[in-house]
């Protein structure tokens, strides 16, 4: 079957003082599974990952480097900063990836044979999906949208980058575009980047730039 390309498209204008945010996803990584907080490092693509996400917001005028504390998430974020002559990244437990638990390292076949329930609910209804031994998606979601308001609340007015993992940004876009069936799931490649913008408690969507890869 052929990926669906999807071309970014503007969805909202973001107020003149916002923060404007750029969400990164962080590089390719040898492990494919469900890598969770296995600190497991970029491999050779996941390097070239984050030069293309670097090459995209280098004149972006960022004034901060956000990311997750994980090994994946720190190189790319080191490597937009470089770019972007940001001095340094902060470090935001908020921007962990989830907690799989019990499915950690595992493959989408074995996490559903694991426990077919929990992992149906996480397929299609994530608002009431919990990973086995792990962390609810609810909760994660709550956790990224506290990690990004208090960015918003830093970077009044300013634009800044922030390097996490796919399950995390589509939280958050599921929180935006009040999504909670299987779409949530939706294509986000590696060092794919997703404008937003934050003002105050309000999160909105500027730019999505989604394509086909899973």
């Given at each position: 079957?052929?990926?669906r ?64 504390p ?15 002559g ?5 470090i ?101 980047v ?21």
């Amino acid at each position: 079957m052929a990926e669906r390309l999807l071309v970014p498209r503007p969805l909202q204008r973001p107020p003149a003082d916002a923060c404007q945010l750029y969400l990164v996803r962080h590089g390719t990584t040898a492990l494919g599974c469900h890598r969770g907080r296995r600190d497991v490092p970029l491999d050779a693509q996941g390097y070239q990952d984050a030069y293309d996400a670097a090459e995209r917001l280098a004149y972006a005028g960022l004034s901060a480097v956000y990311t997750g504390p994980l090994r994946r998430t720190i190189t790319t974020a080191q490597i937009i900063a470089e770019m972007a002559g940001v001095p340094d990244v902060r470090i935001l437990a908020g921007l962990n990836n989830l907690d799989y638990g019990a499915w950690e390292g595992l493959t989408a076949e074995e996490a559903a044979l694991l426990d077919p329930q929990a992992y149906a609910r996480y397929q299609s209804a994530p608002a009431d999906a919990v990973c086995p031994m792990g962390e609810g998606l609810s909760d994660a979601q709550q956790r990224i949208i506290a990690a990004l308001q208090l960015i918003g609340s830093r970077h009044t007015g300013e634009a800044v980058a922030a390097v996490t993992h796919a399950v995390m940004i589509r939280l958050v876009l599921m929180k935006v575009s009040h999504v909670e069936d299987e779409s949530w799931r939706r294509s986000l490649r590696q060092g794919a980047v997703t404008e937003l913008w934050l003002r105050n408690d309000a999160i909105g969507l500027a730019l999505s730039s989604e394509d086909g890869n899973r």
